[in-house]
Structure formats: structure tokens, C-alpha cells
């Protein structure tokens, strides 16, 4: 049996969770990315791995219908947030109806980002905030499934290729997803979760237990993209220009799987009934006025309505009170997010970072590889801040 190659494969797991003979488990390549292997003494080429893969068997993708401008009407989820607070009030809609959701925690022991799912107040401050690593989905596909079996509805927040595998494994065990909702979210890219345990070691001088560790801290705002660690009562904290090294490597797209930079999920058709991301191309096609004006530059996320299931979860949560809602052009998403026409471009620093890894290790290899760049990111920076203090003076 052959499983999908490394140019397609993401690591879903669903391969493993099929398999009803142990046959599949998980190794690592020179870059520590995990990809599955099959133990042929074990394997009787029933097929289902293949048949659980979204990649091999891809699952029907979207047309986006309409586009919004999203923020939460609560300024505490806001502020916790990535974005507009979206995914948050989704889930907070969910714990207040007795609806069960999934989403991805960090692991601070493990320094692992997993999907599990979520029933409390507890669950949610641990979904909170982007986790730009890599996610292990676990058996959470299986979990997902028996829940609908059972007749209760769900929602799943994920990456698109997190969405195919969901539903992908639901469709092989014919599990019906009428009750299943599910939002895929703008994706560039995911690095090797053995980089961010490599990075955070080097930050802690080997070792120590981190209290916090946040991608996108709401304590410098969370449209600054600050990478914080909290630990022995120490903060941690780079912004995308301070030179730090999983923040190059993640920003410039050196460090990502190399499906990332031929994804097949990277495009305007959509895996999820909504899609959810960061409004880069907000009032490009069209003015923003009242509210929405003020608020744009607080956070405001891009919500895509992929299916009528999808519409009308948005408007409920509009009509709830949950979200602010404003329509928007649709151009303004699909023309100006990359990620919704192609996937990432791998950096000039790719190859040589693929080279040096194995060897030196995250972030060795990393200070050979960005060595430049950290001299001139200082440099451009304070003067984009020069020029903004002058065109602030006019």
C-alpha cells in the first residue's frame, strides 16, 4: 500500500485512525516533520488508509457566496483574540447552547499544540489566540464521529486541511455531518512542531517548564504578531522585526511542511460552511465607514460564507448579538489575502535551512541562514518608523 507522498501529505492522522490492524504509525524525516509508515507484517492492503486520506481522496471544496467584515462585540474577547475575536465567540455561542466544539490547545509541558475537544470555560481560554505550529489532530476525527452518530451537532474550527480530514473520516465510517459545522481558517503555512520545542529550549537556556507561551500576545496587542514565553517568572517577547528566530523563519515562509508550499486546500474554494482570517484587503474595494472605520485598525477579521449552513450560523450570531457584522465586496478577500489564490512561496533562505537543519539544528541553522536579514530588519524598521513620524507631523 502506498500512502500520500510528502508533497501532499499533512499529517492528519486519518491514515492511522482507519487502519483496524495497528499497521500505520508515525515517523520523522531530517526536517522532523511526522509522516506515516505501514508496517507490511501487519498490513492486510484492505485499503482504508488510502480511502481515509483527504489528500489521495479529496474531499468536494466550496464556491465562497458573500464576504464579511466580523468583530466580537465583547471588547474583552477582542482584546484576547486574534483578529476580530470570531472564533472565540463561536465558541462562547456553543458553551452557552450545550454544544460541543473542537479546537487546538498548547501543551506547556509537552510543547505541543493538539486538538481536543472543548465543553467549558476552561477549554475556551485554551483555543484562544493562533497557534502558528504544527497541530496533532490526535484521534479527534474518531471523537468528532461518534459524536455525530449520536445525533448532537458539533463545530469544529480548524485549518482546511484539519476540515477535509474531519470530514473526510466521517465519510468513511458513514457517519451523517448534517449536524456538523465547520470553519476553516486562512492559512500560510505550518512549521515542524520540533522547531518550536528546539526554540523555546534555547529561550529558557535548555529546559525550563514554561508557564505561558503565546504566538500572538494580547499584552502587546494582538495585531503586532508578538511571540511571548512566560517562565521562571521571566517574559520573553519578540516582535515580527525583533529578529527572532521562529518569527523569520515562520513570517518569510522558510521554515513551513513542504505540502504547505503546494497546498492544495490554499485557493478560493473552501474545505469549511465558513472561512475566518485576518482582513488584510479591508476597505480596498470599497469605503469603510461608522463603526466598522473605528474599528479596523483594532481588529477586524474576514468571514467567507461558504454554504447556507454556513450563512445562517453567521446571521445567528449576528441576530445574538455575538458578533458585529458588515458586508463586504467580495474582492477585497479574494484579491488581496494570498492564501485564498495561492500557497506560500518558499523564501530564498528554503533551501539552505534544509540543508543546514539536520545538522546544526532550529535555531543554529537559523542564525547561519538569517544572518543578513537580522542585519537589515533593525535598519528597516526604524526607518518605516522615521517615515511614519513624519507623515504623522503633516
Known amino acids: 500500500m502506498e500512502l500520500a507522498s510528502k508533497d501532499v501529505c499533512t499529517g492528519c492522522g486519518n491514515c492511522r485512525l482507519a487502519c483496524k490492524k495497528k499497521a500505520v504509525t508515525f515517523t520523522r524525516d531530517a526536517l522532523n516533520n511526522i509522516y506515516p509508515v505501514i508496517d507490511s507484517s501487519k498490513c492486510v492492503e484492505c485499503g482504508l488508509c488510502q480511502k481515509a486520506c483527504p489528500a489521495i481522496n479529496q474531499i468536494e471544496k466550496i464556491t465562497p457566496k458573500r464576504c464579511y467584515s466580523c468583530y466580537a462585540t465583547n471588547k474583552a474577547i477582542r482584546k484576547s483574540s486574534a483578529s476580530g475575536g470570531v472564533a472565540q465567540a463561536v465558541y462562547r455561542w456553543c458553551l452557552k447552547n450545550d454544544i460541543p466544539f473542537a479546537g487546538v490547545y498548547f501543551d506547556n509541558k509537552e510543547l505541543t499544540a493538539k486538538y481536543k475537544l472543548g465543553f467549558s470555560e476552561e477549554d475556551i481560554h485554551q ?123 515562520y513570517h518569510n515562509a522558510t521554515i513551513y511542511r513542504p505540502n504547505c508550499y503546494s497546498c492544495m486546500y490554499a485557493g478560493p474554494n473552501r474545505c469549511g460552511d465558513l472561512t475566518i482570517g485576518d482582513f488584510t484587503g479591508l476597505g480596498r474595494a470599497a469605503s469603510v465607514d461608522g463603526n466598522l472605520a473605528e474599528m479596523k485598525y ?35 478577500a479574494l484579491k488581496f489575502e494570498n492564501q485564498l489564490a495561492n500557497p506560500s512561496t518558499p523564501s530564498a533562505y528554503r533551501n539552505r535551512f534544509v540543508e543546514l537543519y539536520p545538522e546544526k539544528g532550529f535555531d543554529k541553522a537559523c542564525d547561519s541562514v538569517f544572518r543578513k536579514e537580522k542585519l537589515k530588519r533593525p535598519i528597516i524598521h526604524a526607518a518605516k518608523m522615521c517615515v511614519k513620524k513624519v507623515l504623522g507631523r503633516r
Do not use: W
Request: glycine letters at 6%; charged letters at 25%; a neutral charge.
Open 298 to 332: 483594532q481588529g477586524v477579521s474576514c468571514v467567507l460564507c461558504n454554504s447556507e449552513k454556513g450563512q445562517k450560523f453567521l446571521a445567528q450570531l449576528g441576530n445574538e448579538k455575538y458578533l458585529s457584522i458588515d458586508s463586504r465586496p467580495i474582492e477585497e
Open 127 to 249: 483555543f484562544v489566540n493562533s497557534k502558528y505550529t504544527f497541530s496533532f489532530m490526535g484521534n479527534i476525527s474518531e471523537d468528532i464521529a461518534d459524536i455525530l452518530k449520536n445525533g448532537k451537532p458539533l463545530v469544529f474550527i480548524g485549518l482546511p486541511c484539519q476540515v477535509a480530514a474531519v470530514k473526510k473520516y466521517a465519510e468513511i465510517k458513514r457517519v451523517n455531518t448534517e449536524n456538523l459545522f465547520t470553519i476553516d481558517i486562512i492559512c500560510h503555512g505550518v512549521p515542524s512542531d520540533s522547531y518550536i520545542k528546539e526554540h523555546v529550549k534555547t529561550i529558557c537556556n535548555g529546559g525550563a517548564e514554561i508557564d505561558r507561551l503565546s504566538f500572538r500576545d494580547e499584552r502587546f496587542m494582538t495585531s503586532k504578531f508578538v511571540f511571548s514565553v512566560d517562565y521562571n517568572g521571566k517574559n520573553y517577547h519578540k516582535y515580527v522585526e525583533s529578529n527572532d528566530n521562529f518569527q523569520i523563519g
